[in-house]
């Protein structure tokens, strides 16, 4: 005969306080909840990174006052609106595992999840390239050196194909197919499991052709290693190595603050810029929502012939 579980028992057990393997026990419950890669990375990096903050503090209770005080610290460090509720996102879910687990009181855990987020005010300014800019950065690597036909190829995909981190490391040789007589990225899995196909232009496959014909590659992932004597090796590249890439190339050209997701934002702009049609661009980005796509153009503000550079009041030239 079967007896019912004692969910007194289970609450007795309930704490305030938790340790550090309570924790880790509640983290990993929230990283197997999440089925897209994209996720999994950001909530492990919030959930770390408020361990981190919540063990160095005074042993006090897991609650509603604490993940306040976390909130004060993040909007403390000058972080954007968008990554503070992001992380306090992570935290509420670590607090709803540690309960639904019988780690946490449930009300301690109710009182977490109606902390509330930081309002956004205004809309905050992403970082573009212009086309002589976008066109120096493909051809600051050296193409007379292995790694530099690759980095070249790499970047010319990140600007012209506005491809994210992850889905540029996972690319294979069997993504690219011909399409109504234009080479495609066929059935890319992006963030959230979204499928989508992407048009290549032909100088950039060029790009990428000299690469793997260098290389010598004639399957599996599209981009490898090069060792210090110019060889490849290893059968693939990590998101690391993208970072790097344009870290390297972007200070080259005199943009230390670029990041790979700016290329991502550069690609959309300059497709628009040329004529793109909104809905196009968002197939090629892969969003979900437009307004996304509209973010990513910076439609909502001009900075180059801004409304207000000319309104009456200014000095004759």
């Known amino acids: 005969m079967k007896t019912k579980p004692n969910r007194k028992a289970k609450r ?17 419950a929230v990283i197997n909840s999440l089925s897209c890669p994209d996720a999994q990375r950001g909530y492990r990096h919030a959930i770390d ?3 981190g903050w919540y063990c160095s503090e005074p042993r006090l209770s897991f609650s509603k006052t604490v993940v306040v005080r976390y909130r004060m610290h993040l909007e403390s460090r000058h972080l954007a609106p968008g990554t503070i509720n992001l992380r306090l996102g992570a935290v509420r879910r670590l607090a709803y595992e ?27 300014l992403g970082n573009w390239l212009t086309p002589e800019q976008g066109n120096a950065l493909w051809q600051a690597p050296n193409s007379e050196r292995l790694r530099g036909k690759r980095d070249r190829a790499l970047l010319a995909i990140l600007l012209a194909r506005g491809l994210r981190r992850h889905e540029i490391a996972e690319l294979t040789l069997d993504h690219f197919q011909k399409r109504e007589e234009h080479w495609a ?37 599209l981009f490898r290693k090069v060792s210090s004597a110019g060889k490849p090796w290893g059968d693939g590249v990590t ?21 790979p997701h700016d290329l991502r934002r550069t690609c959309a702009r300059l497709c628009r810029a ?13 969003h979900v929502s437009v307004q996304t796509t509209e973010r990513y153009l910076g439609c909502t503000q001009r900075i180059a012939a801004a409304v207000n550079d000319k309104i009456g009041i200014e000095p004759a030239s």
Not at 14 to 28: C, G, M, N, S, V
Not at 102 to 116: E, N, P, Y
Not at 194 to 216: C, E, F, K, Q
Not at 239 to 259: C, P, S, T, Y
């Open 12 to 28: 007795s057990h309930a704490k305030t306080i938790l340790r550090l393997p309570d924790l880790e026990i509640a983290k990993t």
């Open 49 to 51: 990174e408020f361990v």
């Open 98 to 124: 540690a309960a639904d687990s019988g780690l946490l009181s449930a009300d301690l855990a109710a009182g977490i999840r109606h902390v509330k987020g930081v309002k956004k005010l205004g809309v905050r």
């Open 185 to 221: 990225i066929v059935d890319l899995v992006g963030k959230g499991g979204h499928i989508r196909t992407i048009p290549v232009p032909d100088w950039v496959y060029r790009l990428l052709n000299d690469w793997m014909s260098a290389a010598g590659i004639q399957g599996g992932r």
């Open 239 to 259: 998101e690391k190595l993208v970072w790097h890439v344009v870290k390297e190339f972007a200070a080259r050209i005199g943009n230390d603050g670029l990041a």
């Open 274 to 286: 040329a004529g793109g049609e909104l809905e196009q661009i968002q197939f090629l980005l892969g």
